[in-house]
């Protein structure tokens, strides 16, 4: 069972349109990381979101953590090509050094 | 920052023999090292955990006499597919954590198995 599920999995869009990413738990969790994979390679950390209702802004992607601390969303502002890329939310298993992963949402950005 | 290394970085090899990937941490310890596989347009599902100076515990599902994991030393975790099968072929990725609670892990580039 997939403890995260995320939301579209797939994504294609125009360069310059908006987007969001849902990731999805019944779960509670202490913090949540956002990564991003370009193909062939390992994933890049995006950010984590540690508090309930907390906001992080990283240039045009901004991230929320949900109040219950079950779900995280990424908005994409004013998508370019070089967003384009497999998108993984992430959380740790309490007391361990385990991240377990999220099913991805593969996005498409054509210009 | 922390790099972690994965050799080689694509391997193809016939269907029966076996293959090791080696994962190493490159300017910094780790005594927990994860493996992880991902089949194509899928996420990261975690294989096992590699524990310096001791076995590796595998999750649910992963069979540890076909994925033998071996920490022999503070920077270098390998992973060997024995007997591999086409069904084998995949892209396996190694990281290992921060030192501090909460840091994130640090990811390998990845090697890419194809079997034949």
């Known amino acids: 069972t997939q403890l995260l599920e995320q939301s579209p999995q797939f994504l294609s869009i125009q360069e310059g349109e908006n987007l969001t990413v849902y990731c999805n738990s019944s779960?509670?969790?202490?913090?949540l990381q956002w990564y991003r994979q370009e193909p062939g390679e390992g994933p890049v950390l995006l950010v984590t979101?540690?508090?309930?209702?907390e906001v992080k802004k990283l240039k045009r992607l901004t991230f929320q953590f949900g109040d219950a601390r079950k779900d995280s969303s990424l908005h994409i502002t004013a998508a370019q090509p070089g967003d384009t890329g497999l998108y993984l939310c992430?959380?740790?298993?309490?007391?361990?050094?385990?991240?377990?992963f999220g099913t991805g949402t593969r996005l498409k950005v054509l210009a | 920052g922390a790099v972690v290394s994965q050799h080689p970085s694509w391997v193809i090899c016939k269907s029966g023999t076996s293959v090791k990937i080696e994962c190493r941490s490159l300017?910094?310890?780790?005594?927990?090292m994860f493996w992880y596989r991902q089949f194509p347009k899928q996420s990261l599902m975690l294989m096992a955990t590699s524990n310096e100076g001791s076995k590796a515990t595998y999750e649910q599902g992963v069979e540890k006499d076909k994925f033998l994991i071996n920490h022999a030393s503070l920077t270098l975790s390998t992973l060997t597919v024995t007997s591999a099968h086409p069904e084998d072929s995949s892209f396996y990725i190694c990281s290992a954590p921060g030192l501090a609670e909460g840091d994130t892990q640090y990811f390998g580039p990845g090697t890419r198995l194809t079997v034949l």
């Open positions: 992430a959380f740790r298993l309490s007391g361990t050094y385990k991240y377990i």
């Open positions: 979101v540690v508090t309930g209702g």
């Open positions: 779960s509670v969790f202490s913090s």
């Open positions: 300017d910094f310890q780790a005594t927990t």
